[in-house]
T-cell receptor, first 114, second 112 residues
Framework: AQTVTQSQPEMSVQEAETVTLSCTYDTSESDYYLFWYKQPPSRQMILVIRQEAYKQQNATENRFSVNFQKAAKSFSLKISDSQLGDAAMYFCAYRGGSQGNLIFGKGTKLSVKP | GAGVSQTPSNKVTEKGKYVELRCDPISGHTALYWYRQSLGQGPEFLIYFQGTGAADDSGLPNDRFFAVRPEGSVSTLKIQRTERGDSAVYLC??????????FGPGTRLTVL
């Protein structure tokens, strides 16, 4: 069975600085997708960034980028120029190529200090 | 356009009661997912619909949980004989077939 592990329950970053959130996963599939979701106190999950396993190039969305290490099964999220609005729970998620559902990690709570 | 909506936003019930949670997906999305998020955890998959049929219900914890999507749009998650351990946030998401999942704000269920 596939698993997703986030080893950092909480992280803190100074406004305008850079922070990296860690995620590792385990799978025997070759076709899959990886995601980072943000969940503010409003509870609504918001997609931050996605990565297709077959793509070697790391995904980037504005201030958000990933470091995808397929052999190591690692998928970290880097947030540059952190803003107060980035404070939230961040979840790493996996979806198999033929599956519909997402498998989530336990999340990392990010605090941003002014 | 409108996003995924879920009603009610909060539901408090007593142990043993029956509850229904509703999800209105984004118009045109054929896939609909239910997840359960317990306190301090990530969401856990419950059931996935493609159209009107349940494509995968392997995440339903037991036979007290049931979900329907009779017309391929709105879905209802039904929980019979609720237990205190059912207390959680129930999240619904919809997507175009196998595409990006868009989540609703969730229903917080509290079983007293």
């Amino acid at each position: 069975a596939q698993t997703v592990t986030q080893s950092q329950p909480e992280m803190s970053v100074q406004e305008a600085e850079t922070v990296t959130l860690s995620c590792t996963y385990d799978t025997s599939e070759s076709d899959y997708y990886l995601f980072w979701y943000k969940q503010p106190p409003s509870r609504q999950m918001i997609l931050v960034i996605r990565q297709e396993a077959y793509k070697q190039q790391n995904a980037t969305e504005n201030r958000f980028s990933v470091n995808f290490q397929k052999a190591a099964k690692s998928f970290s999220l880097k947030i540059s120029d952190s803003q107060l609005g980035d404070a939230a729970m961040y979840f790493c998620a996996y979806r198999g190529g033929s599956q519909g559902n997402l498998i989530f990690g336990k999340g990392t709570k990010l605090s941003v200090k002014p | 356009g409108a996003g995924v909506s879920q009603t009610p936003s909060n539901k408090v019930t007593e142990k043993g009661k029956y509850v229904e949670l509703r999800c209105d997906p984004i118009s045109g999305h054929t896939a609909l997912y239910w997840y359960r998020q317990s306190l301090g955890q990530g969401p856990e998959f419950l059931i996935y619909f493609q159209g009107t049929g349940a494509a995968d219900d392997s995440g339903l914890p037991n036979d007290r949980f049931f979900a329907v999507r009779p017309e391929g749009s709105v879905s209802t998650l039904k929980i019979q004989r609720t237990e205190r351990g059912d207390s959680a946030v129930y999240l619904c998401a919809s997507s175009p077939r196998m595409g990006e999942q868009f989540f609703g704000p969730g229903t917080r269920l509290t079983v007293l």
